[in-house]
């Protein structure tokens, strides 16, 4: 295989060689800027004579492009963890033998290199994102290198030339990238798009390219609950994050793999929404994909054929950059946790703890996602549900519409748009389909609220000892009652009954423990099943029969909003649900709610925002009807599947000797009701 001519024609087009030569001049300046503020910090340094630090620049730059096409080899190979490590080491290695080769030898001594070379890394990290004024332009490069690889390694595959500088061009077959980000409720993004704080959906939406629409998620809104919806339309098998199962005496704990693996066993039929080639990054549940990166139910880091892991780690604008911008967002959060002290804002929690290391966590995995996401439209897989969870973990703990929450939200506005300036260099037209999972409620905790936790309640009222299950796998079987929690929705499970128990059991058992439930301030309702009237909700001043929704006394449902009965009597039907189910209070005025954990902004019962989450299509697309729940959901973009070719025909079950017509078997969408 030659190369083409008209290749080498491209390679001196004067745009391309102007841009190359922009970038060259960049890196030698940043490279001089460095060494020189490293020289002038190291001990022992007797000058930094300017004449030696240009040298030394043309040496740093000499051993990276002989080291570090090595490095990344040895990356690759590796994969997983090593990978991970071995970026780090990677970025450190080309400056420690820059400066073991420097003629001038204004630096000796291994520490003192390995020193040296590891304030150089970070200066560098951080010199390249001043300069970059804090936007991706930089990474957006990385990446686009990283997908011009992946193509012309394809066409090699494919017959291509060995070597070509042809830049590939952009694909024609449509494609579908779906975006998940993870907490953002349809309100809180409306209002974020009107501010002008979200650019990128702000433009889609002005254009018209694109429109928004809320989905109602129901219960339980919780991420679990809604991926195994939208990825496998199976919602009921998971009846809130964290469940108790009395058929094996386990906790579950959705965002645990070993769970998770076992959840996926029930909820995937074969039939998942990417089950045609898709790849499912950084979610719960695989949807049946073919490549599973990041996601929780194959609980493994990318191995070597995932170049998209491999590059991030490698690049110095990957994750060295993140690594110490990461160290940076948690003097951040330590600052903005001591401003609302100071202003005494309320309601807050605690920001300590593991949540420091969330941060930073949630930012070097959304890079890390965008990366693999990068990768696999290079490789034109047809498609790919990505989850991006920035948002969600900082408005658990700052509160959904708090200032810090909504610069989370912008910078994965800003990743959407880094998406759309990838996708001139992806193997397929792909279109983007933009969602969040749940909302988020904020508001108080239960025990700030009323001074005890809601097991403390339980154990008042039960006088029995009881179990407050968070996170052990398996529950002690001397304990006779189990509270279960999930944001402000409770179940609990009477452990010493082999089966659910109805409301005559539990009174027998514990007679004061519904009664006094719904008394109690800070519940909103209790659903318990009765053998005559089926699921009833228990409110402090009536009841509502959910099947039919007759009502005695005062409806208890009334502040949860209008389809709240629907929600709970779907609920009624999950896999393993509680004994008793246990919404807390909604503030009438505020909307807050007050979550049995310890979290300002939470999700999981009802009440506020948590169920209003929001969907983001292209405008011309069809809707088919009201997008009640997850599944509804999944069906709706199993229809745009079909509609982009993207997903085969399924046969609609035929009766015995009825005749099969050819149309019978061409996937259809419906019209939309939506308008």
């Not at 190979?77 to 003629?103: N, Y």
Request: glycine letters at 10%.
């Amino acid at each position: 295989m030659a190369l083409s001519p008209p290749s080498a024609r491209s390679l001196f087009a004067w745009r391309r060689v102007l841009n190359r030569m922009r970038a060259v001049l960049r890196s030698a300046l940043t490279t001089f800027v460095v060494l020189t503020f490293t020289l002038w910090l190291m001990p022992g340094v007797a000058s930094t004579d300017i004449v030696d630090v240009l040298g030394l620049v043309v040496l740093v730059a000499a051993v990276g492009a002989v080291l570090r096409p090595l490095l990344l080899l040895g990356i690759t190979a590796l994969g997983g963890w090593g990978a991970m490590l071995f970026g780090v080491v990677a970025q450190v290695v080309v400056m420690v033998v820059a400066l073991e080769l420097d003629p001038a030898g204004q630096i000796s001594g291994l520490p003192t290199l390995v020193a040296a070379a590891i304030l150089a890394v970070v200066v560098a990290a951080l010199l390249d994102w001043m300069a970059d004024a804090g936007s991706d332009d930089t990474f957006v490069r990385e990446a686009r290198r990283l997908m011009r690889g992946v193509r012309r390694r394809a066409a090699r595959r494919a017959g291509g030339p060995l070597l070509t500088f042809r830049r590939p061009q952009p694909g024609t077959e449509p494609g579908l990238l779906m975006v998940q980000l993870d907490g953002v409720a349809e309100p809180v993004l409306r209002w974020a798009v009107r501010a002008g704080n979200l650019p990128t959906l702000g433009h889609w939406l002005r254009t018209g390219s694109h429109t928004v629409r809320p989905w109602h998620t129901g219960l339980p809104s919780t991420t679990p609950a809604s991926q195994a919806g939208i990825l496998h339309g199976a919602t009921r098998q998971v009846p809130g994050f964290r469940w108790y199962e009395k058929d094996t005496g386990k906790l579950m704990v959705s965002n645990r793999p070993r769970d998770a693996a076992i959840i996926e066993t029930r909820i995937s039929d074969g039939n998942g929404l990417l089950r045609d080639g898709g790849v499912s990054i950084s979610n719960a549940f695989s949807g049946d994909a073919v490549t599973n990166l990041l996601t929780v139910s194959h609980a493994a880091l990318p191995g070597r054929s995932a170049r998209g892991w491999a590059a991030f780690m490698a690049s110095p604008y990957g994750f060295t950059r993140a690594l110490v911008l990461g160290v940076a967002e948690v003097f951040t959060e330590l600052h903005q946790a001591r401003l609302q002290r100071r202003r005494n804002l309320q309601p807050r929690v605690s920001r300590s703890g593991a949540f420091l290391a969330l941060r930073p966590a949630s930012m070097l995995l959304r890079d890390v996602n965008v990366s693999l996401v990068a990768e696999q439209m290079a490789r034109g897989v047809p498609a790919i549900y990505c989850d991006l969870v920035d948002y969600d973990e900082v408005a658990h703990h700052a509160g959904p519409a708090r200032p810090e929450s909504m610069r989370q939200l912008e910078s994965l506005d800003r990743m959407l748009g880094v998406l759309e300036r990838l996708a001139p260099e992806a193997a397929r037209q792909y279109h983007l389909v933009v969602l969040s999972d749940h909302g988020q409620s904020q508001g108080a905790t239960f025990r700030q609220r009323y001074g005890e936790t809601l097991d403390e309640v339980v154990d008042r009222l039960a006088a029995a000892p009881v179990f407050a299950a968070e996170s052990e796998n398996t529950v002690p079987s001397s304990a006779p009652l189990l509270v279960v929690s999930s944001g402000n929705l409770s179940m609990i499970y009477l452990n010493r009954f082999p089966r659910r128990v109805n409301r005559a059991g539990i009174e027998h058992a514990y007679p004061r423990l519904i009664s006094g439930l719904a008394a109690h301030p800070g519940v909103g309702l209790v659903v318990v099943q009765d053998d005559d009237e089926g699921a009833v909700a228990h409110g402090s001043g009536g009841t509502n029969r959910l099947r039919d929704g007759h009502v005695e006394g005062v409806d208890p449902l009334l502040a949860y909003g209008p389809r709240a009965r629907h929600d709970l009597l779907r609920h009624q039907g999950a896999a393993h649900i509680g004994d008793l189910v246990v919404i807390s209070a909604v503030d009438p005025v505020t909307s807050e709610v007050s979550a049995f954990e310890e979290l300002v902004g939470s999700h999981g019962g009802l009440g506020g925002w948590q169920t209003e989450a929001v969907l983001v299509h292209p405008s011309s697309w069809p809707v088919s009807g009201e997008l009640d729940g997850p599944d509804a959901v999944h069906r709706q973009l199993l229809d745009w599947l079909s509609m982009l070719g993207l997903r085969r025909a399924e046969p609609a079950p035929i009766e015995a000797g009825e005749p099969v017509r050819a149309e019978d078997l061409e996937p259809r969408l419906s019209r939309s009701h939506d308008g």
